[in-house]
């Protein structure tokens, strides 16, 4: 089963001050092929030459991850004679401390695994190359990828630095049992917002004492990300915050009314809930429904078939905006060459295996978000040994992907500046009843005063 990673608040600021002193001036070495990759050239030029020789491969995990990830490299050197792969793997809270010191000795992996909430503090520093030539040049083939996919992997140039191979994403994850006892089923296709604030409401009237409609959503960063994305507006513009004043003010007035009417849990209670999936109110039948990451189906399942016997759990999308708009944002996964790379023919080489051989995506069977490769992932589905709630949580995925998922493009500098803040502000209002429109505006002054540090 894949895995989503919602970065701990210690983590994020650990990696954010190891960044900023790691990259503090940094200008990032280039070898002779990355350079070339990275100026735009194609073909030989490009540094495309005989896939031989060694490489690193960078990435986190552990256990079965790891496992998975060297099979793959297994698989790709028995393909390739003459190349080895050697792995450079540590779990996610430490990962990015130990890229960031790579970074600033110029000793990155050639192959690194970044994420795109990530991947502009790397990528507007000059550390890692476009790898849009390598695609044209025929070495990268992306093909099998849908473009709202692949856009995923830009920086906020515009150019491509990642190539995604695993989708996560967040679902609404619905107590079937219980919304039937409440007597609304579950959300319809195509609901907006207002239609869940609505649904919430008229679920609340028929619930059992002690249950919520919902677990309360006001500090969750993600939520308000798939809020903005629904109606049509930009998180980020030029390095700063493109969401109005009007419409933070808007989703967090939404969870308050919410919050004071007795819908959702209690301020204390959310805070109080304890960050495993397992032992989550969604999962243990303390709530009808959560925003929780869609590949986190199956852990919920078998926790509430031990916590309520009886009850079902499943997912669906979130909800709309007012136009219609998707408002599911795709959190990737990917490969990445940093400008540093000398061995470029091996790394593209390496990244297209990854993305097309079926052999590796069948051993990898989607184990860091669902497969982005149209192809390999149809056929993961069409294995009858799947288990149900993986074929869901892909399922769905293939459904997002239909509706077009908006991009988010995130500037240096929002991994530590934006989520443990704003998790903060609204624990400011819903526990000690600061000023909604206030904590707004200071949030977006403090933020934009931040990502303009981080440029």
Not at 91 to 113: H, P, R, W
Not at 212 to 240: C, K, S
Not at 433 to 442: E, N, P
Request: with cysteine.
């Amino acid at each position: 089963m894949f895995t989503s990673h919602r970065p701990s608040r210690r983590a994020a600021g650990v990696a954010a001050g190891l960044l900023a002193l790691a990259l503090a001036g940094c200008t990032g070495g280039t070898s002779v092929g990355g350079q070339a990759a990275a100026e735009g050239a194609t073909g030989e030029d490009a540094g495309l030459g005989d896939v031989t020789g060694d490489i690193r491969l960078s990435f986190w995990g552990s256990g079965l991850r790891v496992e998975k990830t060297n099979g793959v490299s297994d698989l790709f050197t028995a393909a390739n004679p003459g190349v080895t792969v050697t792995p450079n793997f540590t779990d996610f809270s430490a990962y990015f401390q130990k890229l960031n010191i790579e970074a600033t000795s110029g000793n990155m992996a050639c192959v690194v695994q970044l994420q795109g909430r990530q991947l502009n503090d790397y990528a507007s520093k000059g550390l890692l190359t476009d790898l849009q030539p390598l695609i044209d040049s025929g070495a990268i083939d992306v093909g099998d990828i849908p473009e709202d996919v692949l856009d995923t992997g830009r920086g906020t140039d515009g150019k491509l630095y990642e190539i995604p191979y695993g989708a996560a994403y967040d679902a609404i994850m619905v107590n079937t049992t219980l919304a039937e006892q409440a007597g609304v089923g579950l959300p319809p296709d195509g609901y907006t917002w207002d239609d869940f604030v609505s649904y919430l409401q008229r679920a609340a009237t028929g619930l059992p004492e002690g249950v919520a409609a919902a677990n309360l959503g006001g500090t969750l960063p993600n939520y308000f990300i798939e809020y903005v994305r629904a109606h049509g507006e930009e998180l980020f513009e030029d390095g700063q915050a493109a969401f109005s004043e009007d419409r933070l003010v808007e989703f967090w007035e939404m969870w308050e009314q919410l919050r004071q009417a007795g819908v959702t849990t209690t301020a204390q209670d959310e805070a109080a809930e304890p960050p495993q999936v397992e032992q989550s109110y969604v999962a243990t039948g303390r709530s009808m429904l959560d925003n929780k990451p869609g590949n986190q189906l199956g852990q919920a399942r078998g926790a509430l078939a031990g916590a309520a016997p009886g009850q079902e759990l499943t997912t669906v999308q979130l909800p709309s905006g007012p136009d219609g708009g998707s408002g599911t944002v795709l959190f990737t996964s990917g490969w990445s060459i940093p400008t540093s790379c000398d061995n470029v023919p091996t790394a593209a080489a390496y990244i297209d295996f990854w993305i097309n051989d079926p052999e590796a995506n069948k051993l990898f069977a989607s184990n860091n978000g669902a497969n982005t490769n149209t192809v390999q992932l149809q056929a993961q589905l069409e294995d009858p040994a799947l288990d149900p709630a993986t074929r869901q949580a892909l399922e769905l995925f293939q459904q997002i992907v239909e509706d077009e998922p908006p991009t988010v493009l995130y500037p240096a500098g929002y991994q530590a500046n934006f989520e443990t803040a704003f998790t903060r502000a609204y624990e400011d209002i819903a526990l000690n009843g600061a000023d909604v429109r206030a904590t707004a505006q200071s949030f977006i002054a403090s933020l934009n005063s931040a990502l303009a540090a981080a440029q």
